[in-house]
């Protein structure tokens, strides 16, 4: 509520002058010259008015200056001062995305206004033997009181009512992205309307999920931490055109990115989200790991896209700290996920082979041979050695695990054997 002590004082004050209810109904009498006033000395100094595209603005500006033109009259007439008028309006500027300094200035307009028309009404109805220069210092003051407090109750409703509307835009953020990251049963009306008041039934979309976690995994249970990964994530977003919404989920950062796939149903796709986001995403700083989905046509995909994100998330490390889904080989993705049982199934020699790893260096030698095509003489270049170490080393091999690494099958299953057993 408006605090009215120090306005109640002040209209004592010129009571005490002898100013009494009369100047009430004088101040009444020239409220339409007072309104005409306030409003050209508004619209010159508060330019937000007359820029507002919202045909709402200025019609409820010309109300709420009247209304306070009235509550004044009433006031010097000896009313309570009623201030519903006042939150409604704050609340409805809130409502409107109305910027608050410009009310503020708007106020101060108000400010000197009144403190013209308060002062000519006293005047008027002065005794002939009031001290004419305390009657003006007391208009003064209830001028300056009663805008003053005015604008502060305009002040706290209406960031009151603001941190209200940012909770409901919260909640309904964290509603849309659970939909999207579940999935959702499209014979969910409720569901449907919300996707549909929110732009993603849209046609031509394309989604992306993007999942962010610190290096050190630890870190995801400090709220603060998390929080500053979902500002960094979404302030570099935010700089491309895709769309964003981003929560947390898991002890893991998510953000699910959509952008316009194609202009209509007769040109040819021509966004690829995943790409659109990747390079901005290495600018987050060596201390996260980001996985980034495929492509998903609609949103019936994004659980799907969830799953991929994920997984390139498990993919990402120190060297390589963004990683596409989409980049994935089949045989790193056919490793990394494999299950428990796979795990439980490993050939004995994994063991052994590991053992001799660590002071032979056996899995670089069968990884360089792979990528070289199994061919020694360039194995050999690439780790800096002679031909004959190699032998030597795939003989090693041979004799620990019973395989031939100079045979494709072999070579394939010592591979995939050392991977899973060290990984």
Not at 156 to 183: C, M, P, W
Request: aromatic share 4%.
């Amino acid at each position: 509520m408006l605090d009215q002590d120090p306005l109640s004082a002040a209209v004592r004050q010129l009571r005490a002058l002898g100013v009494g209810p009369a100047a009430g109904d004088s101040f009444r009498r020239t409220i339409e010259d007072s309104k005409a006033a306030l409003l050209l000395r508004i619209h010159a100094e508060v330019e937000e008015f007359s820029a507002s595209r919202n045909p709402d603005i200025v019609p409820e500006l010309e109300t709420h200056c009247l209304n306070h033109l009235e509550a004044v009259a009433g006031v010097l007439g000896g009313a309570t001062l009623d201030t519903r008028f006042i939150v409604e309006h704050a609340e409805r500027r809130a409502n409107q995305r109305f910027p608050l300094d410009a009310e503020l200035r708007a106020y101060r307009c108000l400010s000197r206004v009144l403190a013209e028309a308060v002062r000519e009404a006293a005047i008027g109805v002065a005794g002939d033997e009031t001290e004419l220069r305390r009657v003006v210092a007391a208009t003064a003051a209830f001028s300056i009181e009663y805008t003053g407090a005015a604008a502060s109750l305009v002040t706290q409703e209406y960031v009151a009512a603001t941190r209200s509307l940012a909770e409901a835009a919260g909640d309904r953020r964290s509603e849309l992205f659970a939909l999207l990251l579940d999935g959702f049963d499209e014979s969910d009306s409720r569901a449907a309307r919300l996707l549909r008041s929110a732009g993603y039934l849209e046609q031509r979309q394309t989604y992306a999920v993007v999942a962010v976690r610190d290096v050190e995994p630890r870190e995801m249970d400090n709220a603060d931490r998390v929080e500053r990964i979902q500002q960094s994530l979404n302030e570099i977003l935010g700089k491309t055109p895709a769309r964003v919404l981003a929560g947390v989920r898991d002890r893991t950062v998510f953000a699910i990115v959509s952008a316009t796939r194609r202009q209509s149903g007769w040109t040819r796709p021509h966004t690829v989200v995943s790409e659109l986001v990747a390079a901005p995403l290495r600018l987050m700083g060596n201390a996260v790991l980001i996985g980034i989905s495929n492509d998903a046509p609609s949103t019936a995909h994004i659980p799907k896209a969830l799953r991929e994100a994920n997984i390139a998330l498990q993919q990402a490390d120190r060297s390589n700290r963004v990683r596409r889904y989409g980049d994935i080989g089949f045989l790193e993705l056919l490793l990394t996920q494999a299950g428990a049982e796979v795990l439980a199934e490993l050939p004995e020699w994994t063991a052994a082979l590991q053992a001799a790893d660590r002071k032979n260096k056996l899995r670089n030698t069968l990884v360089a041979y792979a990528d070289n095509d199994m061919n020694v003489i360039r194995t050999a270049k690439s780790l800096g050695m002679h031909p004959n170490s190699i032998y030597a080393r795939f003989d090693r091999i041979l004799s620990v695990t019973g395989l031939d690494p100079q045979r494709y099958h072999a070579l394939t299953e010592l591979v995939c054997g050392l991977q899973l057993s060290t990984d």
